[in-house]
């Protein structure tokens, strides 16, 4: 039980990291093994990871634990790591090899289809080296290309049953290939099998079969070394090993392996490994060795070097033909006499010269036991250098290679806890394009990462306790073809018509050139669309007589179509988006082609119009497209110089466009455009032509004499308008001075020009009657002024955007402080009479009114309306907003003026001194004092000490003390509503109650408003888990304290409630039925509640806007693992489907728990809301022992959910029917009947009152059922039922006799007619008995006869058949028998063959 529940948390903290898992960078990290684990196997969906005795099934999308096994039984600790193998070879099928270096044994395991442990094989030798340190590699192959076989490469063991170095094994039961009868009998291992130690201790690294030859990899005594031997020679006579060194672009020599492994090449790596190879062309399909070399296993300066495996076998071949063949005439080669052998898949013909060998060459050493069989493994002394293809700047422990065409990828592990992911393709392109910090991720930050393994999707790194799955790519990261393309990785591109970053297979039009970009190594740009133009800004004027005007973009590359698909360009004109047909052309320029997409019949004349007033220019994207989809777009510009109608715009130096203002049309003009302007002009202020005027400074234009804005009061007349004329053209020129209100008025003034000089003034001429005003609740209104040429209907330039801003005091400010506080520019006043209390200009104001001006009376109406808050503790502190009136003009007035008077002794305010000063809302912030007590709030103004107000009401100075909390419990998401109860713990201003964790760690909790001042409600905040709070601190402005029980806990966070299953999801409109839910710690929950809205709102963050509010109802809390709800009446206006249900969304506000709402969404399921049930009535139906009801929505949604009704019967006429109600148990229900089984009534009363009850809401009257009594016959109808029975009684006494006498004579006839049978039978019995005498006598005679004869007489066949037969005939030769046989002609001639 106790492991059933260990395992359920397991998947519980599994399915947590799956959450993680499921993010755009997600690494997917499975919980801590419950042993130590060293190897790792990846076959299809399955993760096989070998732990010190046991095998672990993981599923390799989620990493979460499948199954385990325990394959050795060890008695020692579990925790202590024992070195494990796993092989799985291309020949196992469904076999893995689990071994343990503890004892040298192996498990070959059987799997099925869903990689499940279907049977164990126990291999009671040894297969692997039985100590630790030790190591081992696997090689699976085919023996003469005929069998499997696995050849097993092991460091050599200890003790009695050593295990050998190498050896051939059936991969069915890991018997020894050949003398399987020797592994069996536990008998001397034979020599065939070579077992060979040397001076120090080899560990192997790597194996692999390819090119006819089995390889294996390994370091002794610091050296770096591959030994090969022919795939048919079980007995190792082809054996040689040689050194491998790694060149480091340095120079420097490693010859150190730390990991290797066997792979293809991509494309690239492939044409480069062949341009340097030195040897015979390669194949691309050949196999390759990458090793990893450094100068020892922990060196961070390390070197990738690829070896062509078709370049090692040659070598291994000619190295053996040196050695055996070739000898050298100086050295004696210690081992056996000779040697022939002939290896046709290694071609390698050679005969062992007993007496010479080459200075490079040496006999390996041979153990002391066995039979050698002639053994002779070669060691050649000269290494084989090859040049680093990368330098990298870690060690590397575990390497696996990816071919991503034309990619390699080379995935390393670090034991500093690093996943490196780097593309090969040559010396100078190849780089660390990814690199995976995994110690975050790690529970042990001391682990190690062991063992690597790759599929489609995660690379899986092993640590002594996890496993980790990192994403083999991201490429849903990028945003941008450019950010997609900086990625560097090879298995990312960018899918044009999706415009995204994506895998290959995950881009739908990949197969389509230039519909899946990938950036070449060393072509930056390549992955992406890129469009140019030679000329992206395009003059409207230059083209405006083209009738079908075309735009080419130039494109790096271009998406080919298929089918009906066609090239598209698109742009946006105004509001609307243009659309034109497309084609696809190339340019050739010298030897290069370049595509590009001509956009045919482009509109200028409808962008022309698109361009906004006051605009010169319009910008858009240009979309390129196929049919609807976007490929690539580009921003592209279209001007008119001639949409200026001003000549400081057109010139000005922040165009980015040639425009050029013609002084004698007014018009502004693009430079190069002809015919356009025929007399001086101002050229724009980048350009220098001579004889022109040149920017901004030479355009025509007006300027005010001091300020841009003119402040006149509305309704009065005005002065003059003046401003200063720049570089006037013609004197003769007339000008109209037009004023624009913001509202649409206008008025037109006479302009005169008073100089000649430049500038001259211009003067707008107001009329002595003319007043300036407006209408409408505008405090100011603004009236823009343009100057207008008469003769050209054109107008100057205001440059500096001179205008007139009319105001009216009366609407700027309704009391007198906001009044005499306004700016003194305007010249406001407040105008004071019995009759009139307003804002106003002193024109304005009538004459016996006090007029009281700006800054130099005090406003004599002081009053305050409000005060907030209206108490404080006596630490002070307290910010105390006061609203009123003229509560002064400035701070400098009651700076020191609010104060609470009290018997007690006033306590001050100081006034805040905080931007502009308001006389409506003055803020202050309130003193300490030692004694409490209530008072006014008083605010003087301190230049006239006669002017202050008062407060309505007393602001109240406490002594807040806290005594006790409400509750002590609630969720770690918080929202536990929680009151602290005390004496005056919820006044003043600033409040803040702050939970100080276990953990020294500090939270602000959420306020909630209350009225009473002894209670302080607030929301405990969110913590990450549980724990409990050990001080509650209170603030209140100035005042603090803190609320400790150094005994226990002050609060305690506990685990969130949580909802598994509600009992039922349906309901009725009416409401009333109880729901019940299952979950866990309902008990900390102070008001549960649940709620349900229409399924249009699928979310509780609810806007203000909805017109759906959601039913929200409370809960009870029965225990801590149930809630019982209640559900409400359903609004109708609710949308219900066609069946007239609702569905809607519901959840559980439990505090501040988020995963008990949304429920419907988070469930893929809604609570139904069905129709209230209707029923048939019942009048006067006969009392029975079943009462049917008939009706209608007495089930719904199918029948999937029923609401049990409840029917009880009633005395009819009572006054209160629940005293006499029985209950009539209801057996079936259907959605229109229902039956129940009838009590039982008293049959007193006659009639009874049907009643059905649906939840605590729904309760009606179906009718009534009526109780029958005995019924009473009359007399005649018994007489005549008595008669009935009489006559019937007789008939059936003389039928009775009938039939008796009718039997009796038949019984007489029978008697007479068995007489007659008895004699016909004595009768025949006699005749036989004479025939047979008769016969008997005849028969005697016969005999002597035919004694007397000497034989018996015989008839010819066909005669005697006739006689026998056909005895009547007279003559026997008559019969059709005796005639001869007639065969038809063709039936005598089948007779003859």
Known sequence: MNRFILYFWYLVLMWKNCAVFSSALSIVSSEDFDKPIQTLLLRGDTLFVGGTDTLYNVNANTLLLNTSHILFNYAIAANTPLPTILYLGEGMDNRIIFCSEYNGQCRLITTDAQDQIVSVYNSSNNIVANKRNSSVVFVNTKYDNIDDAIWVISSFGTGQYKAPALAVRLPATLKYYRDSDYA??????????????????????????????????????????????????????????????????GGELRGYIQAATLAKAGNLLYY??????????????????????????????????????????????????????????HNVVVGPSELTTAYTDCTVYAKLNNTHARTSCQIIKLPEYGRLYGNSPLQYLVPTIQHSIFDLTFSVNAITVSIVQPYTVVFTT???????????????????????????????????????????????????????????????????????????????????????????????????????????????GSGCVLPTMEETMISLQKHADDTAFQLKVNLNQVPELEGNETYRCCYLSGASELCTDAEKLVSVLFSDSTPFIACLDVDLQHISQSIPSGEDHVTTDLKLMIDDTLFASIEITFYSCSK????????????????????????????????????????????????????????????????????????????????????????????????????????????????????????????????????????????????????????????????????KCELMEQTCSECLSLDVKYNCGWCRSKDIRECRVADHCPSGTTFLKSNEDSCPDIEIISINPSNGPVQGGTRVTITGVNLGQSYNEIRNGVSIKRDVGDVMCIVDE??????????????????????????????????????????????????????????????????????NVNIGGEKMVIMKLSNGVELNCSLVTSNNTNEMVFLTPQVPAAIYVTEITLRLDDYTDIKTNPSSAEFYYRADSTVTKLNTYHGIVSGGTTLT?????????????????????????????????????????????????????????????????????????????????????????TFNIGKDPSFKVLDGVPLAEILKIEGENFLYIGGQDIVQPIVRV??????????????????????????????????????????????????????????????????????????????????????????KCRLSRTDQGMKKLQDKMDNLEMTVAKECKEAFTELQTDMTEMTADIQALHGLPFYEYNRYCVKVLFPPLQSEYEHPVMRPLEVMPFFSILLRF
């Open 184 to 249: 069996l009998s536990g008998t001397e291992i034979p020599g065939s099998f070579l077992k060979y130690t040397q001076s120090a201790s080899s560990s192997f690294v790597y194996g692999f079969a390819s090119s006819g030859f089995v390889f294996y990899v390994k370091n002794k005594g610091g050296k770096a070394y591959i030994g090969a031997t022919c795939d048919n020679d079980d007995r190792f006579s082809s054996l040689v090993e040689f050194p491998l060194v790694c060149n480091s672009d």
């Open 644 to 807: 200026h109608t001003s000549c400081t715009f057109c010139v000005t130096t922040l165009s980015d466009f040639s425009c050029n203002w013609c002084l004698g049309s007014h018009l502004c003009y693009e430079t190069g455009s002809n015919n356009i302007c025929d007399g001086s002009a101002v050229t724009n202020a980048l350009q220098l032509v001579a004889g022109q005027q040149r920017g901004p400074s030479s355009c025509p234009r007006v300027e005010p004499l001091d300020d841009s804005i003119y402040l006149i009061a509305a309704d009065t007349h005005p002065e003059n308008l003046k401003f200063n004329l720049y570089n006037q053209q013609d004197t003769e020129l007339g000008y109209t001075c037009e004023l624009i209100w913001d509202n649409g008025q206008t008025l037109s003034l006479e302009a005169i020009v008073s100089q000649s000089t430049n500038p001259s003034t211009l003067e707008c001429v107001v009329p002595d009657e003319q007043k300036l005003d407006y209408d409408g609740p505008e405090k100011v209104m603004k009236v823009n002024v343009r100057i207008k040429i008469k003769s050209s209907e054109t107008y100057l330039d205001n440059s500096q955007d001179s205008y007139i801003e009319l105001y």
């Open 1077 to 1165: 839910v299952d979950g866990s710690s309902f008990n900390i929950i102070q008001e549960p509640r649940m709620y349900l809205e229409p399924v249009g709102d699928m979310t509780r963050t609810r806007r203000a806007t909805d017109s759906t509010p959601p039913k929200v109802f409370a809960c009870s809390t029965p225990d801590s693992n149930h809630l019982k709800c209640e559900l409400p009446t359903i609004p109708r206006s609710w949308p219900a489907d066609s069946n007239g249900t609702i569905r809607c969304n519901y959840g559980f506000i439990l505090d501040g728990i988020q995963e008990t709402q949304d429920l419907a969404t988070k469930n893929n399921n």
């Open 414 to 524: 670090s034991p500093n806890g690093f996943i490196r992911k780097i593309v090969i393709t040559e010396r100078s392109l190849n780089k660390v394009y990814n690199t995976v910090d995994l110690n975050p991720y790690m529970r042990n930050p001391a682990s190690l990462l062991t063992d690597i393994a790759v599929n489609n999707n995660f690379i899986y790194a092993l640590t002594s306790k996890q496993v980790f799955g990192v994403p083999i790519h991201h490429c849903d990261v990028p945003t941008s073809c450019q950010a997609c393309s900086e990625l560097g990785d090879p298995h990312c591109g960018w899918c044009v018509l999706s415009n995204k970053c994506s895998a290959r297979n995950e881009c739908e039009k990949s197969g389509v050139t230039g519909h899946w970009l990938q950036e070449s190594y060393g072509s930056p």
């Open 1210 to 1299: 009633g005395v009819a006429g009572s006054g209160d029917k629940s005293e006499t109600e029985l209950d009539c148990e209801v057996t079936t229900i259907q959605d229109k009947l229902l039956y129940c089984d009838m009590p039982q009534l008293d049959s007193t009363y006659k009639k009874y009152v049907v009643t059905v009850y649906y939840g605590s809401i729904v309760r009606e009257e179906v009718g009534t059922v009526v109780v029958a009594s005995d019924p009473q016959l009359p007399t005649l109808t018994i007489v005549a039922i008595c008669v009935s029975c009489g006559v019937i009684f007789v008939i059936v006494i003389i039928t009775i006799v009938v039939l």
């Open 914 to 983: 905080t931007g502009s000063y308001n006389p409506s809302l003055v803020v202050c912030t309130l003193q300490s004092t030692s004694e409490p007590g209530a008072g006014l709030l008083r605010v003087n103004i301190q230049s006239t000490e006669s002017l202050f107000a008062e407060s309505g009401g007393n602001f109240s100075i406490l002594v807040p003390s806290i005594s006790s909390l409400s509750t002590n419990e609630g969720p770690v998401s918080g929202g536990t509503r929680v009151t602290l109860h005390g004496e």
């Open 272 to 329: 480069f490994l062949n341009q340097q190879s030195q040897s015979s062309p390669l194949n691309p399909d050949d196999d390759f060795l990458y090793a990893v070399f450094g100068a020892d296993s922990i060196a961070s300066s390390t070197s990738i070097c690829i070896f062509s495996v078709e370049v090692l076998a040659n070598l291994a071949n000619s190295i053996y033909t040196k050695c055996h063949v070739e000898g050298d005439k």
